[in-house]
């Protein structure tokens, strides 16, 4: 059973455009959310996290808009640039040791 | 300072075998998670190390085993493989308070014939 779904599977983005990556949960009980960014042939790294009691985080040109309401979160890539091409996951937890993570996105941002 | 060290990179095993992966944490933490990611998946918990002690378990069989030992690093070890254990295993490192941001080694490669 997928805890966090996510979508889409891939994105492809021009430079400069918006990138927008998508979740969906259920377990009410999650009280952290954080993105994570993966290139090849790495692990990944923590790109920004948000808690259910704010709406919105911004971090750069990255900025996560969370909707308590609704179960849902979406990462938000602005000025999108070919370095950002990588595959991106999100995750939520209510342990703060064990993560949930959806399927990945896959984002090429085409010069 | 130093960041999550995996070994080896890749390893080839049969259906049957066991296998021990190990991972050496970022300087400074002491708590070890272990997670499986299959292709086109994200990384699934396998469970969580604090001070040698289990703390924490994902939805695995006891076939799945780990230690950590006093240096902080630690073993995964998977027993009677089967082909659907070939994936990436992700060693985090972090501090060992709640929520705390978790540092990811590179992985281990593991393919099960």
């Known amino acids: 059973q997928q805890q966090v779904k996510q979508s889409p599977q ?55 808009s969370f909707n308590k309401s609704a179960k849902q979160f979406s990462l938000h890539i602005m000025d999108s640039q070919p370095g950002d091409s990588a595959t991106y996951f999100c995750a939520a937890t209510n342990t703060g040791n064990q993560f949930y993570f959806g399927t990945g996105t896959s984002l090429t941002v085409i010069p | 300072e130093t960041g999550v060290t995996q070994s080896p990179t890749h390893l080839i095993k049969t259906r049957g075998q066991q296998v021990t992966l190990r991972c050496s944490s970022q300087s400074g933490h002491n708590t070890v998670s272990w997670y499986q990611q299959a292709l086109g998946q994200g990384p699934q918990f396998i469970f969580q190390y604090y001070r040698e002690e289990e703390n924490g378990r994902g939805n695995f069989p006891p076939r799945f085993s780990g230690l950590q030992f006093p240096n902080y690093s630690s073993e995964l070890n998977v027993n009677a493989l089967e082909l659907d254990d070939s994936a990436l295993y992700l060693c985090a490192s972090s501090l060992p308070s709640s929520y705390n941001e978790q540092f990811f080694g590179p992985g281990t490669r593991l393919t099960v014939l």
């Open chain 1, 10 to 64: 891939s994105l492809i983005v021009q430079k400069g455009g918006i990138s927008i990556i998508n979740c969906a949960y259920e377990n009410t009980a999650f009280d952290y959310f954080p993105w994570y960014q993966q290139f090849p042939g790495k692990g990944p790294a923590l790109l920004i996290a948000i808690r259910p009691d704010v709406s919105e985080k911004k971090e750069g040109r990255f900025t996560i």
